[in-house]
Nanobody
Framework: QVQLVESGGGLVQPGGSLRLSCRPS????????MAWYRQAPGKQREQVGY???????NYLDSVRGRFTISRDIARNTMYLQMNSLKPEDTAVYYC????????WGQGTQVTVSS
């Protein structure tokens, strides 16, 4: 079973940036579409965006143009670069496969507030 570890969250002011990291327990980026998800208090978990095995990406409309998913296969790490952050981006962020096939990690809290 693959374990997922997210990191990089924190408190940031509106308009700020953060870069999140996702490190699986083994290198799966050439086997699975991978995605970032988030869950705000009282809301369902939603997919923020995904990266295909071939490297193509797609995003939730509300983050398109502000968030960028990338990966470094040699470092076995996927990233979520978040720019122009808004209070409504506040959530716990998780990574998983595009089909949510793995046990969820602990996530990383992102709080956007002045």
């Amino acid at each position: 079973q693959v374990q997922l570890v997210e990191s990089g969250g924190g408190l940031v002011q509106p308009g700020g940036s953060l870069r999140l990291s996702c490190r699986p327990s083994r290198n799966i980026f050439m086997e699975y579409t991978m995605a970032w998800y988030r869950q705000a208090p009282g809301k369902q978990r939603e997919q923020v965006g995904y990266i295909l095995i071939g490297g193509q990406t797609n995003y939730l409309d509300s983050v398109r143009g502000r968030f960028t998913i990338s990966r470094d296969i040699a470092r076995n790490t996927m990233y979520l670069q978040m720019n122009s952050l808004k209070p409504e981006d506040t959530a716990v962020y998780y990574c998983n496969s595009g089909m949510r096939q793995f046990t969820w990690g602990q996530g990383t809290q992102v709080t956007v507030s002045s």
